[in-house]
């Protein structure tokens, strides 16, 4: 596993240590779960986004592909 550093302001660090207290997790845990969430979600709109492309130059796609 890698290590990465995250500078964060007093308040945010606050607001972490709260939301980690209040659900008896590690700070190191809660932002875990958040990264990991964040990436489905643009994973998600990426793949959204390519197959409206897709969808939009289908023609085009399959006369290069010709």
């Known amino acids: 596993m890698h290590q990465l550093t995250v500078s ?3 308040a945010t660090r ?10 008896d997790r590690s700070a190191e845990e809660v932002v875990l779960e958040a990264v990991h969430r964040c990436l489905r979600e643009e ?20 006369r290069l592909g010709e």
């Open 43 to 62: 994973a998600l709109a990426v793949r959204a986004v390519a197959e409206r492309l897709a969808g939009a130059h289908a023609d085009l796609l399959r």
């Open 14 to 23: 606050q607001a972490l240590d709260d939301l980690a207290d209040a659900q």
């Open 8 to 10: 964060l302001d007093p």
